[in-house]
C-alpha cells in the first residue's frame, strides 16, 4: 500500500468585501500533486468544507497557455474526482499520513489559519516528525499550528510564502486579512525569500515552504527529498 500525503485546499472563494473571487491556485495543487503521484504517493484532498473546493480563476485564464502540470491534472480522472470530492478536514484521522501539504491561492490565508481541524492535525504531524509542506499564502494555513511544547509550529523554524512586495504588486495588501510575510516573522519564523515571483523554497528539517505560485515544483521536490529521508 502506497504512503499517503494530505493536500489541503481552501473552501474560501471571495477576497475579503471586494467580492472578487478567489480560492486555491491551481498550479499550486497540481504541479505537486503530480510529482507526488508520480513518486508513488497516494495523495488525499481535503479542506474545511468538503467537496469540491473553489479554485482562483485567474489561475486557469489563459487555456491555450496553462502550465503543463495543470493540463496533466485536468486530464487526469483519477485525480479530477478526488479534487471534486475532498474529504471535510474533520474526518481526516492524520495517523494515516507521511506528509500534508497546503497549497496557496488568496483563499488560503481566510479560512486555513483558524481551522481548528487543520491546527490539530499540524499538531499531529509536528509531533510525529511528518513532513509538512506549503506553498505561497499556504503558509498562511500554518500560523494557527503549535507544537506539543505551545511554540508556535514556525517559530525559529526557516521560512518562506508570498512576500510583501509581492502582494503589493498584486494590489491586495488592503484585501487580504494579514501580510503573510509579516505574520511568518511575528510568529518567530526566520523569514527567507528570493526575488519576487521568482521561484524560491526553503527546507529546514521536516518543514518545507515555497514562496509563490513559481516555487510550486521546487517545494514538492524538497518534500520528496525529506520523506526519502525518513
Not at 494530505?6 to 477576497?15: A, G, I, W
Not at 480563476?57 to 502550465?67: A, I, R, V
Not at 500554518?142 to 506539543?148: C, K
Not at 510550486?216 to 524538497?222: F, H, K
Amino acid at each position: 500500500m502506497a504512503d499517503k500525503i494530505l493536500m489541503v485546499l481552501t473552501s474560501h472563494d471571495r477576497l475579503g468585501e471586494s467580492g472578487h473571487p478567489t480560492g486555491f491556485w491551481y498550479e499550486e495543487m497540481a504541479a505537486p500533486y503530480r510529482i507526488f503521484d508520480e513518486a508513488g504517493f497516494e495523495i488525499v484532498m481535503a479542506s474545511p468544507k468538503g467537496g469540491e473546493p473553489p479554485h482562483d480563476p485567474k489561475s486557469l485564464e489563459q487555456l491555450e497557455t496553462l502550465p503543463e502540470d495543470v493540463a496533466w491534472f485536468l486530464d487526469n480522472a483519477t485525480a479530477m474526482e478526488g479534487l471534486c470530492n475532498s474529504v471535510r478536514l474533520a474526518e481526516i484521522d492524520f495517523s494515516d499520513f507521511v506528509a500534508v501539504f497546503l497549497p496557496g491561492g488568496h483563499g488560503a490565508v481566510f479560512d486555513l489559519p483558524g481551522d481548528s481541524n487543520l491546527i490539530k492535525i499540524l499538531g499531529a504531524a509536528a509531533d510525529r516528525g511528518a513532513v509538512i509542506g506549503a506553498v505561497c499564502h499556504g503558509p498562511g494555513g500554518l500560523v494557527g499550528a503549535r507544537r506539543g511544547n505551545g511554540e508556535p509550529l514556525i517559530s525559529g523554524y526557516q521560512v518562506s510564502g508570498f512576500t510583501n512586495g509581492e502582494e503589493q504588486a498584486v494590489e491586495l495588501t488592503k484585501v487580504v486579512p494579514f501580510l503573510l510575510e509579516d505574520k511568518l516573522r511575528a510568529l518567530g519564523g526566520h523569514y527567507v525569500k528570493g526575488e519576487d515571483f521568482q521561484p524560491f523554497a526553503v527546507r529546514d528539517r521536516n518543514l518545507v515552504t515555497g514562496q509563490n505560485p513559481m516555487s510550486s515544483v521546487r517545494t514538492a521536490e524538497l518534500m520528496l527529498e525529506a520523506l526519502l529521508e525518513r
